[in-house]
């Protein structure tokens, strides 16, 4: 089962960075692609932020557009997400998350990791 390992979260003043990381179990080009999700509370649905297809087309939300950029390294089989400028409504846990080739829905998840952005 392929497992996706999230780092980089933490706490961040307002206007300021962090850069998430995810590590899938097997080769990046293995999926269709690959995606950062949100959820901002508990019970609140989780929201596309930003993914990242296998041509390394990008798409990022309107919310974060011009702060927050996805990216990858196929030498080190790692996806990225640069935050910058962070605002509190950023405050979230943060899933990274894959689709397959077969179905190219995203159904397999990370843990999440927490990004808290204080004022």
């Known amino acids: 089962q392929v497992q996706l390992v999230e780092s980089g979260g933490g706490l961040v003043q307002t206007g300021g960075s962090l850069r998430l990381s995810c590590a899938p179990s097997?080769?990046?080009?293995?999926?269709?692609?690959m995606a950062w999700y949100r959820r901002q509370a508990p019970g609140k649905h989780r929201e596309l932020v930003a993914?990242?297809?296998?041509?390394?087309?990008?798409s990022v939300a309107g919310a974060v557009k011009g702060r927050f950029t996805i990216s990858r390294d196929n030498a080190t089989n790692t996806v990225y997400l640069q935050m910058n400028n962070l605002k509190t409504e950023d405050t979230a846990v943060y899933y990274c998350s894959a689709a397959g080739r077969r179905f190219r829905h995203y159904d397999i998840w990370g843990q999440g990791t927490q990004v808290t952005v204080s004022s």
């Open positions: 993914d990242i297809f296998s041509g390394e087309e990008t």
């Open positions: 097997e080769s990046i080009s293995n999926f269709y692609g």
